[in-house]
């Protein structure tokens, strides 16, 4: 285990075989479709690319970048696009996959942005949920785990941009962040 952190929450193991779960769960509800999964940046990468190679349909790739106004580890109601994605969405049935579904916030604006767009269908995958913390009505159509109010690094997920490549997900020692 990483020195930083207190405690493993989930393991390497666990998350893969969940993710193995998802996709199969994905693949099974698009059968005969095409879809294009869209991956938030930077977060979701680790778990994206888990994911992808466990869905086994005709599948396109597609990235934003998107920020929540505010910083710190708490975001607010708007979100700003950094990167769009380079396509239209028209027509496409369109899964976005996220790290962590917290406030709720990003991933409900960014629905309601996405939606306007007219695709064939849109849904939200994430890795995880902290539904602890919800600020608006938000729910994920995949989720991987729901995790307890506590601020979790690893798999994709940081803190200061710090952690995201530990195969696992855990809980920072409270030294780390308070100093
Ligand atoms: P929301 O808009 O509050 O739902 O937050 C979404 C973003 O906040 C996620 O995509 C993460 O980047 C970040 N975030 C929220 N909770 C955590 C956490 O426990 N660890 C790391 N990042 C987090
Ligand atoms: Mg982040």
Redesign the pocket.
């Known amino acids: 285990m990483h020195e930083d952190l207190a405690k493993i929450l989930i393991s390497k193991e666990d998350i893969e075989k969940r993710v193995k779960e998802i996709g199969a769960q994905i693949t099974s509800d698009y059968q005969g479709e095409s879809v294009l999964m869209v991956g938030?940046l930077r977060?979701a990468v680790v778990f994206f690319s888990e994911l992808v190679k466990n869905v086994d349909l005709d599948v396109r790739f597609d990235f934003m970048v998107v920020s929540?106004y505010g910083s710190g580890?708490?975001?607010s109601g708007e979100v700003r696009i950094i990167k769009d994605i380079s396509q239209p969405i028209e027509g496409k049935n369109v899964l976005i996959i996220?790290?962590?579904?917290?406030?709720?916030?990003?991933?409900k604006n960014l629905k309601r942005m996405l939606l306007t767009r007219n695709p064939k269908s849109l849904k939200i995958v994430s890795l995880l949920d902290?539904p602890s913390?919800r600020k608006v009505e938000m729910e994920g159509d995949y989720v991987g785990f729901v995790v307890p109010n506590?601020?979790?690094?690893g798999y994709g997920?940081?803190?200061d941009e710090k952690y995201r490549n530990l195969p696992e997900i855990g809980v920072l020692k409270e030294e780390i962040y308070t100093k």
């Open positions: 938030i977060g929540s580890s708490t975001s996220e790290d962590i579904i917290d406030t709720g916030n990003t991933l902290k913390r506590e601020f979790v690094v997920l940081d803190y």
